[in-house]
């Protein structure tokens, strides 16, 4: 694998840089910070939640977390300045009760935007559904558009078979619980997850994309940008927790978002070493690496705090040049975006959907 | 049938942009491939495809058109869907011209659309299903869906009606879930099942059984059998994501599948044989991503690949993995035991052999000729248990009674080094390590009395193979030797029964080589090996604990011109002599067997390869006892085996460390006796010496005398607590508190006392 890293390299005539009020803790955004959509984490004690939170949000080596004390009230992490996506999460202690009258129901589900129910695959997962059922009743009733969702987690201490069953078993239990309970119209998503490997990242990724509502956009956006490229296939990255916001519409392959996960290390890692700047990460960071695969794994910066990783072949990268060309489109077109979720967020009534399709300038030279 | 001998014909379709679906006509005639930027129609013809119509003309660069999926309309011929990355779903027909090709556009998906299909009577209705997790209805009547389905929170990647139910339809999603619904009660969804681990990227109804197949990202095919309950019927694992699947018409068990990823090929799988494809096309160049059966033929199939290209296949010159394998296969059991397994082939017709008593041996009944029908083919299994006299292994041996390092210990402290003969000195450690229940040490003492006991053998060089007919006289003899002292597992009478039933069903003596040999032992009839079926071919690899068996190669084997033949009953012949000498004398001298010098041609194995190899696994796994026990043993008999010196000599040291730990000196001292490198004979004469500390300050004592600390100039420290004078000569002392002093006074001390004379330290204790 030859490797070439570019970091820092001059973007031609397309230098100007982008607003930095992309909403990263820029002040105006602290005052509706309420308004920010929730996503809590809740599950038996000891099933993994805070780990979780630690691996994907902090960088925590998944060994260091069997040394992480229990939780023993809400903490809330809001990833507001740290990454792009905007929200908070909340990591509740296993043995939180709802019958008691310090838990205000209607404040922790009200502004919800998702609830994460953690079940330990490798424990006796009865316990734990009783308990997710009263959780997702509670909260379904006070805030019927959460989005449910289950990780059935340290998934890498079972055979892939046992996977597939507790799988099953849980999903069918769920379900039917709920439809016992009245309330069949609730749709849950399983996730099979563990903190070794990319599993929960994915999952996490999943998850954040539902509570983004230019998620279509964006995902049309690179449909474009990887058709007119020639590239297979492409991730707009949160940088610090390395969960894809969006992608293209062909499947994601595990590995190949391994590969541009660790990519993203890499090119972090080296650029702090010999980078003169002060920040690893900022708007010229660009890096290439060619596989003996006779695969390239590209990566530009679209803003502070997201990445785009794009594999092609490499015969594809022969036009570098249009590639650049219309990764600078492509650039644009997300700065609008969420140029107009800013100005949304300003005069709240201001529909986004409409203005968006226009937005995207979507120009391709070949 | 013209079509039948067509042959596989392939055409580039684009310069730019590949196809991403593919879809075949009502009648069979013409096919659809749809891409991010291209929606052409080919006609299919008998030695090609032309292009008859290019829906995207313009170099328009609309998303709507940019396609994920294409879908034939399956009663009009000239309606079509496609579904665009933008969530557009769009309906053409044919018939019109120009810009009016596009009949209607939906654009109701928030995202990618990666699925649309028609309802297979009612030509007006299709479904559509989106990455946004909906599945959407559309009536050709009207510009709007007709109703929505919110399926799940995750994509919806296909949909398929079912053939026999009308209106049923199956839909497969991202979180691995099957979702059956009635399109009359879209409310509620008739059946859901969690099908796959992973996202599921396909899914297609049998034509005539109730079976659904599914294609997953965990890289496995698995067929539901939909009656009532969804139950798994058969689960097939591919080696990567399965990117779509379709049932072969005709062939009840046989469905095609190509992968998302890596995998260019199309495979074509029998379900009741899951591990290997029934057959294979491996013309595309990069990823396969659409794939086809030309209406009800199951000998044509078409696929479209990101290299650009669509291929028209012919069945028959698809490639068969399964004709390339290699049907035999033979393993070691933990305890030594044998499991061999082969086909029971059905052998083509053979030659006579005249004029030679061997024929009546060698002649066949013509069986079944072959179908493709693998699964018809038989096979037999043998599981053979090493004669418990022969070798390390008895059934009744206290195996675990004995702790790995008591093991250890006792043959440590038994095994011997020199003896009149080499035979002996194996014999002997053979029998100490069976006693302390190491079967494989004492297999390989027994091995090594086998092959370097007999000066005969390990004079002689080995020679290398010098033509096929030799190197099958040689695999005959490999195979004859071992199979000598193995035994079948259960009893004799079994063994009969089962050879009886063989030879009941075949009408003949139609056993490879194995089964005959039981089948002669058993039955007291001379043993004549003249089918080099599965022959042991490379012993090397048995340091992997396995047996590789040779790929058959009948017609080789059958094939050969009369004097090899005659040749080799020669040969055999030589065998059979031997054989009935060695039951006559009915010893453990097995040595008698191995005299190979009267037979012409040498055996061309190397075994002086396979006990280094054997020695080197042994010290591999662990054990650097037996491997180093049986170099020093062998004397001058080692330089026959190509071990590198560095590595005895590192076995030396191991040996002789592990020796010292278990305070084995004694044992270990004769052991650097006996090693002839210098590194290792020096370890007698350095570190002999024990170092004395001055009690006073820590600090080594050096210098001649070992009273006087040269550090603090006293002699404190080395004084006896009895008669408090210095002490020049063997100094005693507790470990506990540190004093001592004559060795005389303090035994005369303490046969009254029990406490230290110092300082009261509790000394006997």
Redesign the interface.
């Known amino acids: 694998m030859s490797y070439q890293d570019d970091d820092e390299e001059q973007m031609g005539p397309h230098s100007e840089s982008f607003p930095k009020d992309f909403g990263y803790g820029h002040s105006p955004r602290e005052a509706n910070l309420e308004s920010k959509p929730r996503i809590l984490l809740m599950g038996l004690r000891r099933s993994g939640k805070s780990s979780i939170q630690k691996v994907v949000f902090h960088k925590m080596s998944p060994n260091e977390t069997l040394f992480l004390p229990s939780t023993c009230e809400i903490v809330k992490d809001d990833i507001n300045n740290s990454s792009f996506v905007q929200f908070q999460i909340w990591d509740f202690p296993g043995q939180i009760d709802f019958i008691d009258p310090t838990f205000d129901s209607d404040m922790i589900f009200g502004g919800c935007g998702a609830l994460i129910f953690v079940i330990d695959a490798k424990d006796d997962y009865n316990e734990a559904l009783t308990k997710f059922k009263n959780t997702v009743t509670k909260a379904y009733k006070v805030n019927p558009r959460i989005k449910f969702e289950v990780f059935i987690h340290k998934v890498d201490g079972i055979s892939d078979d046992s996977k597939m069953e507790s799988q099953r078993d849980i999903h069918q239990r769920a379900t039917d619980d709920l439809s016992d309970a009245g309330l069949h119209q609730i749709r849950l998503s399983f996730h099979l997850t563990s903190i070794y490997d990319h599993s929960i990242f994915e999952a996490f990724s999943k998850v954040v994309q539902k509570l983004i509502p230019q998620l279509p956009t964006l995902e049309n956006l690179l449909n474009i940008f990887i058709s007119n490229s020639g590239i297979e296939k492409a991730f707009l990255f949160d940088v610090v927790s390395k969960i894809y916001i969006a992608t293209d519409c062909s499947p994601v392959d595990m590995q190949s978002y391994e590969l541009c996960c660790d990519m993203i290390d890499v090119a972090i890692d080296l650029s702090s070493i010999y980078s003169t700047e002060e920040e690893a990460f900022d708007n010229k960071t660009s890096s290439l690496i060619k596989l003996n695969n006779s695969t390239v794994l590209y990566l530009r910066e679209v803003n502070k705090f997201l990445a785009l990783v794009c594999i092609l072949r490499e015969e594809n990268f022969n036009k570098q040049g249009v590639i650049d060309y219309n990764f600078l489109c492509f650039r644009d077109a997300i700065g609008q975006v969420f140029e107009l979720k800013i100005r949304a967020t300003k005069h709240m009534d201001e529909d986004i959907e409409v203005s968006l399709m226009e937005s995207p300038n979507d120009s391709v030279v070949f | 049938m013209t079509e039948l001998s067509s042959s596989t014909v392939s055409l580039r379709i684009c310069q730019?942009?590949h196809a991403n679906a593919l879809s075949m006509s009502k009648d069979s005639s013409q096919i659809a491939v749809a891409g991010?930027?291209l929606l052409k129609v080919y006609s299919i013809e008998h030695d090609g495809f032309i292009e008859s119509c290019n829906l995207r003309a313009g170099k328009s660069?609309n998303?709507s058109y940019?396609s994920?999926d294409v879908t034939w309309c399956p009663t009009d011929t000239n309606i079509l869907a496609t579904a665009a990355?933008?969530?557009v779903i769009s309906i053409w027909d044919l018939s019109k011209f120009g810009r009016q090709k596009q009949l209607l556009t939906y654009s109701e998906h928030?995202?990618?659309a990666?699925t649309v299909t028609f309802h297979p009577t009612e030509q007006a209705l299709l479904l559509s299903g989106s990455?946004?997790?909906t599945i959407k209805c559309f009536d050709l009547k009207n510009t709007n869906s007709v109703f929505t389905i919110?399926s799940?929170?995750?994509g919806v990647?296909d949909i398929k009606f079912s053939p026999l139910t009308t209106n049923v339809f199956a839909a497969v999603s991202e979180?691995?879930?099957v979702q059956m619904y009635d399109i009359r009660k879209y409310e509620?969804c008739l059946l859901?099942?969690?099908a796959?681990?992973g996202?599921i990227?396909c899914c297609d109804w049998h034509p005539v059984q109730n079976w659904l197949a599914t294609g997953s990202?965990?890289k496995q095919i698995k067929i539901w059998n939909m009656e009532n309950k969804a139950s798994l019927e058969y689960t097939i694992s591919t080696i990567a994501?399965v990117g779509r699947v379709k049932w072969r018409p005709e062939k009840i068990h046989q469905i095609a599948s190509c992968a998302?990823?890596v995998d260019n090929s199309v495979h074509v799988w029998d379900i009741r044989r899951p591990y290997m494809p029934y057959a294979s096309f491996n013309e595309h160049t990069n990823i396969t991503t659409g794939i086809a059966w030309k209406g009800n033929n199951p000998q044509i199939l078409l696929s479209t690949s990101k290299d650009s290209t669509i291929f028209k296949h012919a069945f028959k010159d698809a490639s068969k993995p399964s004709s390339r394998a290699n049907p035999q296969g033979a393993t070691f059991g933990p305890a030594g035991d044998l499991f061999f397994s082969m086909k029971l082939k059905l052998q083509p017709p053979q030659q006579t052999p005249r004029g030679s008593k061997v024929s009546s041996i060698l002649s066949r009944q013509k069986s079944v000729s072959t179908t493709d029908q693998f699964h018809i083919a038989q096979s037999a299994s043998f599981k053979l248990l090493l004669k418990p006299s022969a070798t390390g292994y008895n059934c009744e041996v206290k195996a675990g009674k004995y702790k790995e390092s008591d093991g250890m210990i006792g043959c440590a402290k038994e095994y011997i080094f020199r003896a009149k003969t080499l035979a002996e000195v194996c014999e002997y450690n053979s029998l100490v390590s069976k006693k302390y229940g190491r079967h494989t040490a004492s297999t390989l003492w027994n091995f090594i009395k086998l092959f370097y006991g007999s000066k005969e053998f390990t004079n002689r060089k080995p020679i290398q193979r010098t033509s096929f007919s030799n190197q099958k006289n040689n695999n005959r003899r490999i195979i004859s030797k071992p199979l000598k002292t193995l035994e079948k597992s259960e009893s004799k009478t079994d063994l009969n029964g089962s050879c009886k039933e063989v030879d009941s069903r075949r009408g003949s003596r139609d056993f490879d080589s194995i089964s005959r040999i039981y089948y002669s032992r058993v039955s007291n009839q001379p043993v004549i090996l003249e089918n080099s079926e599965g022959p042991f071919d490379d012993y090397r690899s048995l340091r992997d604990g396995f047996l590789y068996v040779g790929p058959h190669d009948v017609t080789t084997a059958l094939s050969l011109p009369e004097a090899t033949l005659h040749h080799d009953f020669q040969a055999a012949r030589h065998h059979e002599d031997m054989k009935t000498d060695h039951d006559d004398t009915l010893t453990q001298d097995v040595v008698s067997v191995l005299k190979v010098p009267i037979v012409p041609q040498v055996p061309m194995w190397e075994p002086h390869q396979v006990i280094a190899d054997c020695l080197h696994l042994q010290a591999d796994v662990g054990d650097v006892q037996t491997p180093l026990c049986i170099f020093v043993a062998l004397g001058q008999a080692r330089k026959e085996l190509p071990i590198d010196e560095e590595t005895v000599e590192f076995w030396f040291h191991a040996y002789i460390d592990l020796l010292q730990r278990y305070k084995l000196w004694n044992q270990a001292a004769e052991i650097i006796k006996l090693s002839w490198f210098q590194s290792v004979k020096e370890l007698n004469q350095q570190s002999t010496s024990v170092h004395t500390s001055c009690g006073k300050c820590n600090r080594q004592i050096l210098g001649n005398v070992g009273w006087l600390c040269s550090n603090c100039k006293t002699t404190d420290c080395s004084k006896c607590v009895v008669c408090s004078l210095v002490v020049k000569g063997l100094y005693v002392w507790c470990q506990g508190c540190g004093h001592g002093g004559h060795m005389q006074h303090i035994k005369e001390y303490f046969t009254k006392n029990s406490r230290c004379p110092k300082c009261g330290h509790c000394c006997e204790l």
Do not use: M
């Open positions: 730019e942009g991010r930027s660069q998303l940019s994920n990355t933008n969530g928030e995202r990618t990666h990455q946004d997790g919110y799940n929170s995750e990647r979180n691995g879930t509620k859901q099942f969690t796959h681990s996202a990227y990202r965990d994501v998302l990823l």
